[in-house]
């Protein structure tokens, strides 16, 4: 069974909005941590927003505080992105990402061991 699949990418005019979703099997127990990284070409996978399912703590890349929310549907095992006010420099690929406790550092990809195979946003300005 594949844990995580991604959708909702697409490509958008710069000022525009997309939601991310991303269908994730069922845990053992809420505690883990959901995350969204983004990739663009030549660049470093990046992290953009994680969320503790255990209490709902998020967290966010400073780039994009203010314009993207990261959010879960635990009933639907389903984790959220939703992305206000895109810019170009949003372009890339978004991947979703899980992980259990201990975490120290909630937006480094080399913290996630279960990936999602990735889902492109393009942003034109």
């Known amino acids: 069974q594949v844990p995580l699949v991604e959708s909702g990418g697409g490509s958008v005019q710069a000022g525009g909005s997309l939601r991310l979703s991303c269908a994730a099997s069922r845990y053992h127990s809420n505690k883990y941590y959901m995350a969204w990284f983004r990739q663009a070409p030549g660049k470093e996978r990046e992290g953009v927003a994680a969320?503790?399912?255990?209490?709902?703590?998020?967290g966010y890349a400073d780039s994009v505080k203010g314009r993207f929310t990261i959010s879960q549907d635990n009933a639907k095992n389903t984790l959220y992105l939703q992305m206000n006010m895109l810019k170009p420099e949003d372009t890339g690929i978004y991947y979703c990402a899980r992980a259990g406790t201990p975490m120290r550092y909630p937006l480094r990809p080399d913290e996630y061991y279960s990936w999602g195979q990735g889902t492109q946003v393009t942003v034109s300005s």
């Open positions: 969320i503790y399912a255990g209490d709902g703590n998020t």
